[in-house]
C-alpha cells in the first residue's frame, strides 16, 4: 500500500478512480492533456514546503538557495523556447496572469478589448461576470458569423472607435490561426497595449506549428498545461520595459509566494517542449484535429468555419437534431469526453447552447493518428444519432452507449496515456 492508501484511503480512492477514468475514456476536452512522469515528481515534490515571496535574489524570506536555481532554471528555458525579453514565471494560472497585466498596464474603468465569450473569447477578455467586465469598460469583438473567422477589419473600426486601453488577443474556441501582427498593427493605430493571451495555443507556438505573438504584440500570457503539456500553472512574457510593472503586478500586487513545486514542473514541461520529439507531437495535434474535422464534416457535423487549423474544432449539433448539452452528456456515457459550448450567433444559452468544443492534445499525447480520427466521428455521429432518435427507449440507449464505451476502452488499452499507471 501507499503512504496515502494508509493516511487517507478515502482521497486515495478517489485518485485511483480518476487515473482509471482517464485511462479508459477519450478526452478531447482542449485544455486538458496528460503530464509525464516527471512533471507529476516534481509537481508533488517536497519544493511545496518552500515559501518564497519575491524574486530571484531579492527574497523576503531566508534559505532560498535552491528556490532561485528552480525558478531562473524555468525562466531561463522559457526565454529559450519562446524568445520573450522578459518571463515571470509565478502566476497562479492564467487568469491571475491576466489579472496581472490589467493591474500593471490599466486602471480600473479604462476600456478594453476582448474578444467575447459567446464567439470563442475567455472570461478575462471582459467578459461581463469577470472582474474584467465589471472593473473595466469592456468592448467585445467577434467573428464574422457566416464564415467563423475573425473580421480584423471590423475589430479595427471597433479600436478605433473606443480606443481602448488594452487590447486582448487570444482565444479559448476558435480553430483558425490568429493573426499577431495584424493585431500589433491594430493597437499600434490606436494607441493600446497589446496582450496575446495564448494558454490554448502556447505547445503549438512553442513547437513552431502556430505564428508566435512575441516579438508582435507587447504582453503574451498563457497557461502552462493545455498544449505545453506542463503543470497547472501561468506565465507572463513581455517586452523589457514593461518587465518592472509585471512584476509588481503579480508580487506583491495579487499574489503572495509562488508554488515552487509549480515551477519546478514547468521548468520540466519547458525541458520537454525544446526537443524535436515535442515539435513532431505539436505538429501532430494540428494533423488529428484537421483529419478530425474533415471526418466530421463529411459525416454531416456543423464544423464551424469548416474545420481548423490549430488544436481544436468547434462543432454546431443543430443540424443532428441534438443540443450541445444533450450531446456533451451522451459521449460522456459513451466513453468519449468533451465539452458543450456557445457557438458564434448562438440562440440558446451558455447551459443549454448548440455547441461542442473538441481537442486533440490528450489523444494525441497517447499517440492517437488518424486511424483513430476517422473511428471517433463514426462513434460520435453513431451516438448523435442514438441521441436524437426519439424512438429508441432510455434502457436501450443506454445500452447503446455502454457498448461504445465498451469499444473505447478496447482503444484506450491499446494507446496508454502518458503519467498513467495502469496495470
Same mark, same amino acid.
Given at each position: 500500500?501507499?503512504?496515502?492508501?494508509?493516511?487517507?484511503?478515502?482521497?486515495?480512492?478517489?485518485?485511483?478512480?480518476?487515473?482509471?477514468?482517464?485511462?479508459?475514456?477519450?478526452?478531447?476536452?482542449?485544455?486538458?492533456?496528460?503530464?509525464?512522469?516527471?512533471?507529476?515528481?516534481?509537481?508533488?515534490?517536497?519544493?511545496?514546503?518552500?515559501?518564497?515571496?519575491?524574486?530571484?535574489?531579492?527574497?523576503?524570506?531566508?534559505?532560498?538557495?535552491?528556490?532561485?536555481?528552480?525558478?531562473?532554471?524555468?525562466?531561463?528555458?522559457?526565454?529559450?523556447?519562446?524568445?520573450?525579453?522578459?518571463?515571470?514565471?509565478?502566476?497562479?494560472?492564467?487568469?491571475?496572469?491576466?489579472?496581472?497585466?490589467?493591474?500593471?498596464?490599466?486602471?480600473?474603468?479604462?476600456?478594453?478589448?476582448?474578444?467575447?465569450?459567446?464567439?470563442?473569447?475567455?472570461?478575462?477578455?471582459?467578459?461581463?461576470?469577470?472582474?474584467?467586465?465589471?472593473?473595466?469598460?469592456?468592448?467585445?469583438?467577434?467573428?464574422?458569423?457566416?464564415?467563423?473567422?475573425?473580421?480584423?477589419?471590423?475589430?479595427?473600426?471597433?479600436?478605433?472607435?473606443?480606443?481602448?486601453?488594452?487590447?486582448?488577443?487570444? $482565444?479559448? =474556441?476558435?480553430?483558425?490561426? +490568429?493573426?499577431?501582427?495584424?493585431? @500589433?498593427?491594430?493597437?499600434?493605430?490606436?494607441? %493600446?497595449? !497589446?496582450?496575446?493571451?495564448?494558454?490554448?495555443?502556447?505547445?503549438?507556438?512553442?513547437a513552431g506549428v502556430h505564428p508566435s505573438p512575441v516579438g508582435h504584440v507587447d504582453v503574451v500570457t498563457t497557461t502552462t498545461h493545455k498544449s505545453l503539456r506542463g503543470p497547472r500553472g501561468g506565465m507572463i512574457m513581455c517586452r523589457?520595459?514593461?518587465?518592472?510593472?509585471?512584476?509588481?503586478?503579480?508580487?506583491?500586487?495579487?499574489?503572495?509566494?509562488?508554488?515552487?513545486?509549480? $515551477?519546478? =514542473?514547468?521548468?520540466?514541461? +519547458?525541458?520537454?517542449?525544446?526537443? @524535436?520529439?515535442?515539435?513532431?507531437?505539436?505538429? %501532430?495535434? !494540428?494533423?488529428?484535429?484537421?483529419?478530425?474535422?474533415?471526418?466530421?464534416?463529411?459525416?454531416?457535423?456543423?464544423?464551424?468555419?469548416?474545420?481548423?487549423?490549430?488544436?481544436?474544432?468547434?462543432?454546431?449539433?443543430?443540424?443532428?437534431?441534438?443540443?450541445?448539452?444533450?450531446?456533451?452528456?451522451?459521449?460522456?456515457?459513451?466513453?468519449?469526453?468533451?465539452?458543450?459550448?456557445?457557438?458564434?450567433?448562438?440562440?440558446?444559452?451558455?447551459?443549454?447552447?448548440?455547441?461542442?468544443?473538441?481537442?486533440?492534445?490528450?489523444?494525441?499525447?497517447?499517440?492517437?493518428?488518424?486511424?483513430?480520427?476517422?473511428?471517433?466521428?463514426?462513434?460520435?455521429?453513431?451516438?448523435?444519432?442514438?441521441?436524437?432518435?426519439?424512438?429508441?427507449?432510455?434502457?436501450?440507449?443506454?445500452?447503446?452507449?455502454?457498448?461504445?464505451?465498451?469499444?473505447?476502452?478496447?482503444?484506450?488499452?491499446?494507446?496508454?496515456?502518458?503519467?498513467?499507471?495502469?496495470?
Amino acid at each position: 500500500m501507499s503512504v496515502l492508501d494508509q493516511v487517507d484511503p478515502d482521497v486515495s480512492s478517489i485518485i485511483a478512480a480518476e487515473q482509471r477514468r482517464q485511462h479508459a475514456k477519450i478526452r478531447l476536452i482542449p485544455s486538458e492533456n496528460y503530464v509525464s512522469h516527471a512533471v507529476l515528481e516534481a509537481t508533488g515534490s517536497i519544493l511545496t514546503n518552500k515559501y518564497s515571496e519575491g524574486y530571484t535574489g531579492d527574497r523576503y524570506y531566508e534559505g532560498q538557495q535552491q528556490i532561485d536555481k528552480i525558478e531562473q532554471l524555468a525562466i531561463d528555458r522559457a526565454r529559450s523556447l519562446f524568445g520573450a525579453e522578459h518571463i515571470n514565471v509565478q502566476p497562479y494560472s492564467g487568469s491571475p496572469a491576466n489579472q496581472a497585466v490589467y493591474v500593471a498596464l490599466a486602471n480600473p474603468g479604462d476600456t478594453v478589448m476582448g474578444l467575447s465569450l459567446a464567439h470563442g473569447g475567455h472570461l478575462t477578455h471582459g467578459a461581463g461576470v469577470s472582474i474584467s467586465g465589471l472593473h473595466y469598460k469592456a468592448v467585445q469583438y467577434g467573428v464574422n458569423e457566416s464564415t467563423g473567422y475573425l473580421d480584423y477589419d471590423e475589430i479595427e473600426r471597433l479600436a478605433t472607435e473606443c480606443q481602448p486601453k488594452l487590447i486582448f488577443c487570444g $482565444t479559448t =474556441a476558435y480553430p483558425r490561426v +490568429l493573426d499577431f501582427e495584424r493585431f @500589433a498593427a491594430i493597437g499600434k493605430k490606436v494607441g %493600446a497595449f !497589446v496582450i496575446a493571451d495564448i494558454a490554448h495555443i502556447s505547445g503549438l507556438v512553442a513547437a513552431g506549428v502556430h505564428p508566435s505573438p512575441v516579438g508582435h504584440v507587447d504582453v503574451v500570457t498563457t497557461t502552462t498545461h493545455k498544449s505545453l503539456r506542463g503543470p497547472r500553472g501561468g506565465m507572463i512574457m513581455c517586452r523589457a520595459q514593461f518587465a518592472d510593472a509585471i512584476d509588481k503586478a503579480v508580487f506583491p500586487g495579487l499574489q503572495g509566494g509562488p508554488h515552487n513545486h509549480t $515551477t519546478a =514542473a514547468l521548468a520540466v514541461a +519547458l525541458k520537454e517542449a525544446d526537443t @524535436a520529439e515535442f515539435r513532431a507531437y505539436a505538429q %501532430a495535434i !494540428v494533423d488529428n484535429a484537421k483529419a478530425l474535422g474533415q471526418a466530421l464534416v463529411e459525416r454531416g457535423f456543423g464544423v464551424v468555419s469548416g474545420g481548423t487549423d490549430n488544436h481544436l474544432l468547434l462543432v454546431d449539433m443543430t443540424n443532428k437534431g441534438v443540443t450541445g448539452n444533450q450531446m456533451s452528456k451522451a459521449l460522456d456515457a459513451a466513453g468519449i469526453v468533451c465539452n458543450y459550448n456557445l457557438v458564434p450567433g448562438d440562440p440558446r444559452s451558455a447551459r443549454r447552447p448548440s455547441g461542442i468544443r473538441l481537442g486533440t492534445p490528450s489523444i494525441t499525447s497517447r499517440g492517437f493518428g488518424g486511424d483513430q480520427m476517422i473511428q471517433l466521428a463514426d462513434w460520435m455521429d453513431e451516438i448523435a444519432q442514438i441521441r436524437a432518435d426519439e424512438s429508441i427507449d432510455r434502457d436501450s440507449r443506454r445500452e447503446a452507449y455502454r457498448r461504445v464505451a465498451g469499444e473505447v476502452r478496447d482503444l484506450c488499452d491499446r494507446f496508454p496515456a502518458p503519467g498513467l499507471d495502469i496495470a
